[in-house]
Each structure stands twice: as C-alpha cells, then as structure tokens.
C-alpha cells in the first residue's frame, strides 16, 4: 500500500470511529463512584454500550462484562514509519470480567498484535539509488504477539481497593534479506511472564491516587533460529539461544487518576523498567535512564 494512501486511510478510520461514537448517547458517567471503576490495570471492564476513547486505547463495550479494544500507538506507528506494509500494527483485545460481586472481581483478556515491515536495503541491487522493484530486493520482518492477562480486584473499602493480575506474553518474528544474491531467512520466539499490583485510594469521586508495581520474574531466552543459502550447493542452518531481557525487571509507580464527568486523566512516573502496556513487552530500566511513565487521557460514555 503507498505510504500516503496509508496515512491517509487510517486518519480517516479514527476520524469515522471518533464521530460516529461521539454521536451516541449514553448515560454513563466518569466519576469515582461504586458503579464507575478503574479500568486499567484492573478486573473491572465497560459496562454494555459504554464506550472508551482515549490517547492510547479505544474501548467498547459489546454485553455486559465484555468489551473490545484496540491501542492506538501501534496503529499509528504507521503514520511516521513507511516501511510498515500494514495499516501501522493491527491489534486487538478482547476483556471479559468474569465475576464481579459486591467486594471481589476476575477477569481475562487476550490480546493478538501483528504486523508487517519491509524495506529496500540492498544497494548492490540499486546502485543508483532507485526503487526496489522486485520482491527479493527487499527485506521483511513479520511479527506476532499475543498477551493473556488475568486481573483480580477486590474492594476493601469504598475508598480503598487492591488489585492483583498477571500477564504472559508470547513474541514470535520472522524476516528474510537478500544480500549478495544470496538468501537469509529465519525466526525468533520470545516468552516473558508479568506479575503486577496496583494499591487504588479515591480521595473523592474525582481523584484516586495509585501505586503501581510490576515485576517480571521469568523470560525465556531468545531463541533465534535461521538458514543461509548462498547457492544451491552452498548453505548452512544456525541456531542461537542469548538472554537479552533481564529476568528481574521491575518497576515502582506512583500515580494518579483523575475522573470528571467525563473526561479522565491518567497520570504516574515512577523508578524502573518502562512495561509498554499496549503491547506486553518491556524496555529495559537504562535505555530511558530508570523513569517508568504512566500516561492516557480519555473520555468515557
């Protein structure tokens, strides 16, 4: 698909979603009340018909205690990257609160994130500096990856509430070059288990204060697994195990979230590795100097 064509297509696709919801009416509200609940890093899920449309997520609520979502920064990523062959990278979730009763609830979501990049990177092929024009001057780089998550929550209190879950992610990739005309192609596969906690106290129906921990205790090594074949007579096949994400990642986050009639903003920066929620993965603690972010702005209805 060409680059601006892309660009312009998925603009129009947020513009459709963000009007034809806006249009709808809703009784629901956004304040900190029994009914109204944390939604993220929580058991709890939109109510039927209640719609979520914020900075990094868009939500709707299919039955009662199942809603779709989808985050927006993989789609985006579309709109500054042109060697995305995809629409930015699709994904999708699906939450379902299992049980909800008056102090305790349980649920589970899945999420499925894939995509496409393909760029032109052989200049043997294109010593001029043109296009590539066949498919084997290119270089590819698919990808897969799918986090399940369960949440638990409980309410100590009407102000006070702890909430438990974990997630595990599985990552698989696979990509192909040709330099030299020869052929290189393999995959990658990845696995990483999160166990996080969230200490919730409402000061009042507009501002709940948060404390954040997540730790990731297990990730596999990376196994990297491939073929080179330079002719048909000459080739090999290699195989590589390497550790490249460290077991003990952490993170501490103290935050905030404030809820209006409805508009929310959330808020928190805290010590540690930064967990990129939108797609289960984790960016170690040095690479953004040990500051782990917490940020959305939504409107909820």
């Known amino acids: 698909m060409h680059p601006s064509l892309r660009k312009h297509l998925l603009v129009a696709v947020i513009c459709t979603m963000s009007a034809g919801a806006s249009a709808m009416p809703s009784r629901a509200r956004a304040y900190h009340t029994y009914k109204e609940r944390l939604l993220d890093t929580t058991a709890y899920s939109l ?10 997520k868009l939500s709707y609520g ?8 989808t985050y927006t920064v993989p789609w985006l990523a579309g709109l500054f990257l ?12 699906f939450k379902s609160t299992l049980i909800n009763r008056n102090r305790f609830a349980l649920s589970v979501s899945v999420e499925f994130l894939w995509g496409r990049v393909s760029s032109c990177t052989n200049p043997m092929l294109n010593p001029d500096g043109q296009l590539c024009t066949t498919e084997a001057e290119f270089s590819t780089v698919n990808w897969l990856i799918y986090p399940i998550n369960v949440a638990s929550s409980v309410r100590i209190n009407s102000r006070i509430s702890i909430h438990i879950g974990g997630q595990y992610t599985a990552t698989q990739a696979t990509g192909g070059t040709r330099p030299f005309e020869g052929d290189i192609s393999g995959s990658a596969v990845v696995n990483m288990l999160q166990i996080y906690g969230m200490f919730e106290w409402r000061l009042s129906r507009v501002v709940a204060l948060t404390l954040t921990t997540r ?6 090594q990376t196994v990297v697994r491939g073929e080179i074949v330079v002719d048909d007579d000459t080739g090999a096949t ?6 490249i994400l460290d077991n003990n990642a952490f993170a501490v986050i103290p935050g905030a979230v404030f809820s209006w009639n409805r508009a929310n903003l959330r808020l928190g920066v805290g010590y540690g590795a930064f967990f990129v929620e939108s797609v289960g993965l984790v960016v170690p603690a040095s690479v953004l100097n040990f500051i782990s972010p917490e940020f959305d702005v939504f409107v909820r209805f």
Do not use: C, H
């Open 47 to 56: 109510e039927r018909r209640e719609f979520r449309l914020g900075a990094m």
């Open 62 to 69: 299919i039955f009662k205690y199942l809603e779709i979502s």
């Open 82 to 93: 042109e060697e995305f062959e995809t629409i930015g990278s699709p994904n999708v979730e």
């Open 215 to 220: 730790w990731l205790p297990y990730v596999s």
């Open 238 to 243: 290699i195989g590589i195990q390497a550790d």
